[in-house]
């Protein structure tokens, strides 16, 4: 199945229900949502609906360093994805984040933390990182790798697949129409091994446009 999305609600959640199969959660990068809010989606979701949800940035951004704050966060946002029957769970890290041996035992202990059955999928999306230093480093074969099809080849491991498309020049940029045509035709292709769900989440300015261009391609 593909789960077309964009990385937090561009359009009243309303409209976006009928718009999306998913969504990521993305204030979560900061805070976690307001029971309000929680409720709200949990009740008006359609069935078959699917989240993900941004781990905390502090926890990449402090190179997942074990620490009490830390661990607190790690167990709110877990929390959360119980609550929203999340299917994917993605964490990132800047740049700076290199491979290192502390930062391949960071990235262990991290997922040590996590449930293995049951929970949601563990996706990292780390830009100093190849997949296969992921998986190394990880230790679980059910550990996701998000990559953006444009730039990268898939590496199949876990339950699903998690392409991330952050704009072709950084946050505040736009998908052309032969970008889309090219994301279109990767999606096509995986159909054929039709194994595993995809998401596809847009995390640019334009993502309501480009996924509804995707879409359209898609038929």
């Not at 074969?141 to 953006?148: F, M, P, S």
């Not at 199949?156 to 991330?164: D, F, K, P, T, V």
């Not at 334009?206 to 879409?215: E, I, V």
């Amino acid at each position: 199945m593909l789960l077309v999305a964009c990385s937090g609600f561009p359009v009243p959640v309303s409209r976006y229900w009928g718009a999306f199969s998913a969504v990521e959660i993305s204030d979560t990068e900061i805070a976690m949502p307001g029971r309000g809010s929680i409720r709200r989606w949990t009740r008006e979701a359609p069935e078959g609906f699917a989240f993900s949800v941004m781990a905390p940035k502090q926890l990449g951004e402090t190179s997942f360093n074990k620490s009490a704050e830390a661990d607190e966060s790690l167990d709110a946002v877990l929390g959360l994805c119980t609550e929203l029957k999340a299917r994917a769970i993605v964490f990132g890290a800047p740049a700076t984040f290199k491979v290192t041996k502390p930062n391949r035992e960071a990235l262990k202990r991290l997922v040590s933390r996590a449930p293995k059955k049951g929970g949601p999928a563990l996706v990292f999306d780390l830009p100093a990182w190849k997949p296969a230093q992921v998986l190394e480093a990880t230790e679980r074969g059910d550990v996701v790798v998000a990559y953006d099809p444009l730039l990268t080849e898939p590496v199949e491991s876990g339950a699903l697949r998690y392409i991330r498309l952050a704009g072709p020049a950084g946050h505040r940029s736009r998908y052309d129409e032969p970008s889309i045509d090219q994301l279109a035709d990767h999606i096509k292709g995986l159909g054929q091994q039709a194994t595993r769900d995809t998401f596809c989440v847009f995390c640019n300015i334009d993502m309501q446009t480009n996924a509804n261009q995707l879409l359209g391609r898609l038929g």
